[in-house]
């Protein structure tokens, strides 16, 4: 890298880092150029040159966050455990609780007049995290056994509906499966939603064990799902 990218890459740095701790203070929502330009003592239109709107700013923030988790679970699941599914999920719980104004960001209520780009870098970093847990939930299953899985509640509409959908969007699965991975990720994200927004402190540490279990539940029943 040049001098001049180097000097590039250190203030894009300094204000993703400014950017990220005005969120965990004020919240995904409360987050301004103006603000973040203050905080850094710099003026907005010399922020304007690294991120043009709030928009860029808050998809660079998105990519990274999502690029986080993503390496997080990515890293449990190449550890090598004997149950990979809990291991990721675990992965899963411990990021989102540690940083909870990230997770709020990508997993929280939609912020107002923001639109991510169609099919762009959010995208692709959420397809990221998707991938992990899809090999992880699924394991050892053949094509063959995930295309006949019991999926629950699948109506002729909605597995028309997931077979339209490109291989990308429904992480390469059949129509089935990928049902039954929405299934099984509803059920995770609500429990992780749950710790990380502080629903479960009023039992305290025994959290871990509510979710533990509850995800012990959720594989035993992908198992019985599906063929072999």
Known sequence: MSLRERRRATATREILDAAKARIAEHGPAGL????????????????????????????????????????????????GPPEPFPAVA????AWA????????????????HYRAPHEGPTTEAARKVTAVFRDALFDGCSEEALARADAPALSEELRARF??????????????AAALF???WAQLHGLVVLEAFGH????????????????????ADVRRRVPG
């Not at 710099?42 to 988790?69: K, N």
């Not at 675990?90 to 719980?93: I, K, N, P, V």
């Not at 077979?163 to 089935?176: K, Q, T, Y």
């Open 32 to 79: 301004a150029l103006r603000a973040v330009a203050r905080d850094l003592d710099m003026t907005v239109q010399a922020l304007y040159h690294y991120f043009p709107s709030r928009d860029d700013l808050l998809t660079a923030l998105i990519v990274e966050a999502y690029e986080d988790l993503a390496t997080a679970a990515r890293t449990a699941l190449e550890a």
């Open 90 to 93: 675990e992965a899963f719980r």
């Open 97 to 112: 609780v540690e940083h909870a104004a990230q997770f709020q960001l990508i997993y929280g209520t939609p912020l107002p």
């Open 163 to 176: 077979a339209e959908l490109p291989p990308e969007s429904r992480g390469a699965l059949p129509p089935p």
């Open 182 to 184: 929405l299934d099984a």
């Open 200 to 219: 479960l402190d009023f039992i305290g540490p025994l959290r871990v064990e509510v979710f533990q279990g509850a995800v012990r539940s959720l594989l």
